[in-house]
Each structure stands twice: as structure tokens, then as C-alpha cells.
């Protein structure tokens, strides 16, 4: 690249992001690029990447810190949404995402973005999975719940999250052969009918403090074993989601933080 490239930095209850936004001149997005921005040492540092590109309202491309696409990020879209719709002066927002389809976000009577994250998928095929099972007791130990948000997610229900060996578990699980196209991984520890605790390894990036498509996968899962109500309260690493199954598909609200603007300077982008 010949020119400097700006950027923001966001984030959602910890989960963060850099927000490219190609709108005004074509941005192209290399793997060795996104890589090296990924980079907390020597790049920016985030959990996902999003450029913005015209379609709709807005389309959104998302970016895992390994270089691979991401079909979802719930927090990254919700603060891209709180963004625009604050741009807009308007109350409401169509996003077209890279993989997933047009989804909805409004703004709250509360002053908080909420974002229709869509349909949830439970039919192996769909989320996908290598081989028909039953996606709601998974034959992996722990039995756990297979579920898409667009990207896969497994998700394992257990008595204490603080006790998981999360950085073992999470990369082990991530990459289990019934999975073909890696998996998130989530360990839920049910408070109450509408309330959880989680934790969440997502795949391509690893542990994060946050993750809205992971807990809207978690509030389906709990919800289709009748552990809790379709609204839950989800607490993470890094801050509480709200999720509420409806029947035009799975909205999440929460914080939503931007924090900086920055320029990627021709230089360094130059030297990859």
C-alpha cells in the first residue's frame, strides 16, 4: 500500500476490535496483513477484524487474528451498529454480513445497541457438522450442544467455569474432527433460569473476554435443554450480554466502547 490507513479501535464488554471502513476508497485485506495487525506486540492487537464495505445500510466482513474469514461477530457488529446509528441519527439499521446474511440493530430505550443476530441453526448439516448427530448431546465427552450462529459453536454445561482448563480444552475442542470448519467453544454454568455464566474460546483467535455469537449459542443450547427461560442474562470475562430468543431470531444487547482512532502508516504496512 502506497498510503496510510486509518482505523478504530472497539470493543464489547472486552471483546475487541479493529474497524477498517472501506467505504470511501477499496481496502483489500490480506492474510499476512490481518495477522500481523493481530498482533499485540507489534501490530494493534484485537480478537476480530471488521471492514466496512457499502450494501445495504452497511456490509460487514469479519476477520478472526489468524488471517481466516469469520461469517459472525455479534460485538463487533453491535459496535459498528452504535456507531452508525448515532452517524444516522436514526433509531434503527440494516447490516449485510459477509456469510450470514442482512441482520437488524436498533437502538434501546436504555441508550445500549441490540442486534438481531438471526436464526438459530441446529440441524447438523446446517451448523455444519461432519456426520448426522444429535446436536443437542454431541457423542464428545461432556455432551455438549452444537449450535450456529452463522459460525459454529459447542458449547459445554458445567457445574463450575472458573475450574476448566480453558486454554487446553478450548484448543483441543476447536479443532475436533466433527467439527470440519473448527468450532467456538463456550463453558456455561448455570445461576438461574435466567442467568449464566460463561467463558469462551473462540476458533482462529483463542480465549477472549467476550463473545456475542458464542452467547447467543449459549442462551439457544441452555434453553433447548430446558435449563433456562429464551432471555438470559449472560456474565462473561469481560462483561454482561442479554440475549432474548424471539421467534424473528436471537437478539443481543450490551456495552459497546469506542475507544480510539488510529493510522496504520504506509511504512509498516509496506514492510509485510
Given at each position: 500500500m502506497t498510503s496510510d490507513l486509518p482505523f478504530m479501535k472497539m470493543h464489547g464488554a472486552g471483546n475487541d476490535?479493529?474497524?477498517?471502513?472501506?467505504?470511501?476508497?477499496?481496502?483489500?485485506?490480506?492474510?499476512?496483513?490481518?495477522?500481523?495487525l493481530a498482533d499485540r506486540h507489534r501490530g494493534v492487537g484485537f480478537d476480530q477484524l471488521a471492514l466496512i464495505t457499502d450494501g445495504a445500510d452497511l456490509t460487514i466482513t469479519f476477520y478472526n487474528?489468524?488471517?481466516?474469514?469469520?461469517?459472525?461477530?455479534?460485538?463487533?457488529?453491535?459496535?459498528?451498529?452504535?456507531?452508525?446509528?448515532?452517524?444516522?441519527?436514526?433509531?434503527t439499521l440494516r447490516i449485510e454480513i459477509t456469510g450470514r446474511g442482512t441482520l437488524d440493530a436498533v437502538r434501546t430505550a436504555d441508550g445500549t445497541t441490540a442486534v438481531n443476530m438471526g436464526h438459530p441453526q441446529t440441524d447438523w448439516q446446517d451448523i455444519p457438522l461432519a456426520r448426522d448427530v444429535d446436536t443437542l448431546s454431541l457423542p464428545i465427552d461432556g455432551a455438549p450442544v452444537a449450535t450456529g450462529m452463522g459460525n459454529p459453536h459447542c458449547t459445554f454445561f458445567v457445574t463450575d467455569v472458573a475450574a476448566v482448563d480453558l486454554a487446553t480444552?478450548?484448543?483441543?475442542?476447536?479443532?475436533h474432527p466433527l467439527y470440519p470448519e473448527r468450532t467456538n467453544v463456550q463453558f456455561a454454568q448455570i445461576l438461574g433460569p435466567d442467568h449464566i455464566r460463561m467463558r469462551v474460546w473462540e476458533r482462529g483467535t483463542g480465549i477472549t473476554l467476550a463473545s456475542g455469537s458464542s452467547s447467543c449459542a449459549t442462551a439457544v443450547a441452555?434453553?433447548?435443554?430446558?435449563?433456562?427461560?429464551?432471555?438470559v442474562r449472560i456474565d462473561l470475562d469481560g462483561g454482561t450480554l442479554h440475549i432474548d430468543w424471539r421467534d424473528d431470531g436471537v437478539w443481543m444487547s450490551g456495552p459497546t466502547a469506542h475507544v480510539f482512532d488510529g493510522t496504520l502508516t504506509s511504512a509498516f504496512l509496506n514492510s509485510l
Open positions: 476490535f479493529v474497524v477498517i471502513d472501506g467505504r470511501t476508497s477499496p481496502v483489500t485485506l490480506s492474510e499476512p496483513l490481518v495477522r500481523a487474528a489468524d488471517g481466516s474469514q469469520s461469517a459472525a461477530c455479534g460485538n463487533a457488529t453491535r459496535c459498528i451498529a452504535a456507531r452508525e446509528l448515532a452517524a444516522r441519527d436514526t433509531d480444552a478450548g484448543a483441543a475442542i476447536e479443532h441452555a434453553a433447548r435443554r430446558g435449563l433456562t427461560g429464551r432471555q
